[in-house]
Antibody, heavy 118, light 109 residues
Framework: QVQLQQWGAGLLKPSETLSLTCAVY????????WSWIRQPPGKGLEWIGE???????NYSPSLRSRVSMSVDTSKNQFSLKLVSVTPADTAMYFCARYSGYELFLDSWGRGALVTVSS | QSVLTQPPSASGTPGQRVTISCSGV????????VSWYQQLPGTAPKLLMY???RRPSGVPDRFSGSKSGTSASLAISGLQSEDEADYYC???????????FGTGTEVTV
């Protein structure tokens, strides 16, 4: 397994851009994707999207118009950007490793709380 | 927004067996492997089961998974106080072309 450490701005105003980065520690073989998942306070998990090690992306239909992901293989990092945030985007954001072959998320970051408030 | 339906809560006394259901449709559970996640309060989710019925290293064999048609289940036998957590099922949805989670079940011991 790998360890994931994430960071980013925790307090945003409406209309600003959410930006989070996740660093990967340890070796990860091919066939894995890097994912972002969020969890509003007191609610369930929502998949935001995924990016492959080569940079191919797949986003949730509900967020596709506002989200982008990138990967920096030289730094073993991947990032999430979500534009035009609203209070509804307030959530704990998790990065995770996803097995595209076997369809599971096996390593998770600790999470980063992002609050959107004016 | 979740496309997989779970009961909101389940409970049992220590030693009992608890089963959590996860209901979907053919494009998700019916056609793909299911994974389960345990989320203890204030922590990140942890992979509990994958490929429907396989346990990652370190997960006690008190946890078991199954699937039939468009529904999946997670069973916890010999319930312990440390099993108090939220549990989520998940799988890929071919129609949405995305990963989907269940609504989550809070287990109380």
């Amino acid at each position: 397994q790998v360890q994931l450490q994430q960071w980013g701005a925790g307090l945003l105003k409406p209309s600003e851009t959410l930006s989070l980065t996740c660093a990967v520690y340890g070796r990860s073989s091919s066939g894995y994707y890097w994912s972002w998942i969020r969890q509003p306070p007191g609610k369930g998990l929502e998949w935001i999207g995924e990016i492959s090690q080569s940079g191919s992306t797949n986003y949730s239909p509900s967020l596709r118009s506002r989200v982008s992901m990138s990967v920096d293989t030289s730094k073993n990092q991947f990032s999430l950007k979500l534009v035009s945030v609203t209070p509804a985007d307030t959530a704990m954001y998790f990065c995770a490793r996803y097995s595209g072959y076997e369809l599971f998320l096996d390593s998770w970051g600790r999470g980063a709380l992002v609050t959107v408030s004016s | 927004q979740s496309v997989l339906t779970q009961p909101p809560s389940a409970s049992g006394t220590p030693g009992q067996r608890v089963t959590i259901s996860c209901s979907g449709v053919y494009s998700n559970i019916g056609d793909n492997a299911v994974s389960w996640y345990q989320q203890l309060p204030g922590t990140a989710p942890k992979l509990l089961m994958y490929n429907t019925d396989r346990r990652p290293s370190g997960v006690p064999d008190r946890f078991s998974g199954s699937k039939s048609g468009t529904s999946a289940s997670l069973a916890i036998s010999g319930l312990q106080s440390e099993d108090e957590a939220d549990y989520y099922c998940a799988t890929w949805d071919d129609r949405l072309n995305g990963f989907v989670f269940g609504t989550g079940t809070e287990v109380t011991v």
